[in-house]
């Protein structure tokens, strides 16, 4: 849980998310702007400013039920309106590992 | 093999439904995730990128067939057809919901198995050598003591709240196959020249951010007194343990601030208030555990069966035998060791099909018995060499006999930025693609031991610091980069590696390894010099400029 002070220093440098793991599963879930969950990025609350990027994180943490350790991750928004995960920790967690699991013959 | 007592049993399932109830509340919001987070962790559940990951102890190595199918039983039916061996004899699952990890637990308990000790600021499940009880020349088997220790110390007070995690690891032969020197105890049996058996004692070993070799505290402890020694050294750390600064409570930290020749003082002034109290073992509580543990009825065998022989015409079977098989102390058997470390797979994984299929080979072959060893590799520890050509053709159909035991690419890796939420790098690609740059078992062969531990950060789970080469991802402006040691160990020689030089970028690290292997073969003054040898001799000079004149 991001503490009030932290939350306070938050500053973000682009298009960003609140992301988090669902309590009951572990998967990885994303803020929307309805105030839900959901595993897809694209249905995500894009926020640009830090002061909404806090407020987006207030909202989602105020939900410990639903999700376990949100915090506010980079994104980029692509030609079209398609958003992309930021960098490579968030592409590993949208996308999943980046090895092929050994599947024996 | 070992028998659970009617305690432990039901102090395991105690806590199933103890934990059953915690993760209901949980998910009805009853607690919060910061109350619960305690609960969970002293169950092995910790959250990772994808998923929780559950950590399971297999004390001192030891798994019998039906514990190995339960665990393939648990990989399929709640996590995704895997389990991760990890280097301290626990197995890991990436991927199981919260929601059923009670009735994981559950399926589990039923055959002894848990998750108590494999994760928190307690003692952590002690480790042993996996060839315990088997190896030639062992002074006796150490899981007696593991297991003695163990029941002192599960849930006992003075163990379970302590100002970090500790970890205890147990050998008793010459060959140091426990990493006992990166413990935060190490004892190695041995007689004294009474030939009486006791303890040489170390302390203070441990890796992470601030690494250290452990120290010896006393040279011998008669075994009987083993127990209150290690209570003698648990309350002097407990005084001073350093609870305000995480970086900073382990006990490698204490005994290096005050010295080893204090520490041992105040250590021995602590046991000598103690006197011969109720600590100390008398016969009967250490005959009873003994007498726990079976062996099988081995058969009198010749030791060179005409089985043996036969096959040795066959050349594939002969280098995996050479390579994998390892002599054992009771004529016509051999430690038979199992490469989790295919070409081009993640270390230490192994889907529920081979763990099946393991479990009836070792049941034909073993006396139902596997072991685990800190390599992420597993073993069949007591295989009548009669049945090694049979046992090499059923191992080839399940991949798991790639000879590939102790060479460059048995490689010990961290689950890294793939599953790990502390990561700065990956760990897994890095393996899998130096597995395929030595992919040709007779180079690696004629190469010779050469030990890669990767870690995904500073945390050292791959214990980096004393990989022949080790590789430790960090982060550079947002991206991957790997900083290269050479010359470190884990045996009984136990050092750390040295830095050869600046990180270098993810795509270039193969080539680096290449780079350095290359200038081993050029380097080593005869075939035999192994690599850590090498660069004992010669410093790692000449390899720093072979690897970045180029670069
Ligand atoms: C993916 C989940 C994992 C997490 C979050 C994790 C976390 C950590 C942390 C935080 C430490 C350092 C603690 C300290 O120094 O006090 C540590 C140490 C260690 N971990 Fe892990 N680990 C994970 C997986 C593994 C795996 C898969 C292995 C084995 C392959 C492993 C083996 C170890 C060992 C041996 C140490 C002790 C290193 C030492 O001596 O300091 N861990 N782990
Ligand atoms: S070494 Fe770091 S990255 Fe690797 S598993 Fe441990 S904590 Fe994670």
Known sequence: MTSPLEQKKIRITGPSV???????????????????????????????????????????????????????????LKDGGKVKPGNLREQIRAKGVTIDLQVPA | MYAYDELDRTL???????????????????????????????????LQLHAYMFRVAIPYG??????????AHVARRYDRGYGHFTTRQ????????????????????????????TSGNNMRNVTSDQWAGVAPGEIEDPRIWSELIRQHTTLHPEFSFLPRKFKIAITASEHDRAAIKIHDIGLRL?????????????????????????????????????????EAILRVYNQYGRRDNIYKARIKILVHELGIEKFAKEVDEEWRQMGDSELRLDHRAIEEVRSRFSYPAYEKLPHMPDELKQAAHDPLFERWRKNSVSAHKVQGYSIVTLSLKPVGGPPGDATAEQMDALA????????????????????????????????????????????????????????????????????????????????????????????????????????????????????????EFYQITIGG????????????????????????????????????????????????RLGVEPFRERVYATR
């Open chain 2, 360 to 479: 009836d080979l070792a049941d034909k072959y073993s006396f139902g018995e596997i072991r685990v060893g800190h390599e992420q590799n597993l073993a069949l520890p007591h295989v009548a060499k009669r049945d090694l050509p049979a046992l090499f053709k059923a191992f080839d159909r399940l991949g798991l006999a790639t000879p590939n035991v102790n060479l460059v690419t048995d490689i010990i890796a961290c689950p890294g930025l793939d599953y790990c939420s502390l990561a700065n790098a990956r760990s897994i690609p890095i393996a899998q693609e130096l597995t395929r740059r030595f992919a040709n078992h007779d180079t690696a062969g004629l190469i010779g031991r050469l030990h890669i531990n990767i870690s995904g950060c500073i945390n050292a789970c791959g214990h980096h610091h004393v990989g022949h080469i080790g590789i430790l991802g960090v982060e550079k402006n947002g991206e």
């Open chain 2, 90 to 117: 626990n197995i890991q699952f990436n991927w199981i919901k919260l929601a059923e990890l009670p009735d994981a637990l559950a399926d589990l308990a039923e055959v002894g198995i848990h998750a108590m000790q």
């Open chain 2, 190 to 230: 041995h007689k004294n020249a009474d030939g009486e058996t006791g303890f040489e004692v170390l302390v203070g070993g441990g890796l992470g951010r601030t690494p250290f070799i452990a120290k010896t505290i006393k040279p011998f402890v008669h075994g009987r007194d083993v127990l209150s020694y290690i």
């Open chain 2, 62 to 71: 030891t798994l019998s067939t039906k514990q190995l199918r339960r665990l």
């Open chain 2, 12 to 46: 395991i399932n105690e806590r199933v439904s103890e934990f059953r109830d915690q993760v209901k509340r949980r998910l009805s919001g009853e607690l919060t995730e910061d109350e619960f987070k305690i609960l969970r962790l002293q169950n092995g559940v910790y």
């Open chain 1, 18 to 76: 609140v992301t988090a793991n669902r309590t009951w599963d572990g998967a990885v879930v994303y803020r929307t702007a309805q105030k839900g969950w959901s595993t897809e990025l694209s249905d995500s609350a894009i926020v640009s400013t830090s002061d909404d990027a806090r407020a987006l994180l207030a909202e989602a943490a105020a939900d410990d039920v639903g999700a376990v350790g949100p915090y506010i991750a980079p994104v980029e």
């Open chain 2, 489 to 536: 160990r884990a045996d009984e020689n136990a050092q750390m590696g040295t830095l050869i030089g600046p990180a270098v970028p993810y795509a270039e690290v193969a080539d680096v390894i290449e780079d350095i292997v290359e200038a081993y073969l050029a380097l080593r003054d005869r075939p035999e010099e192994l690599f850590v040898d090498t660069v004992k």
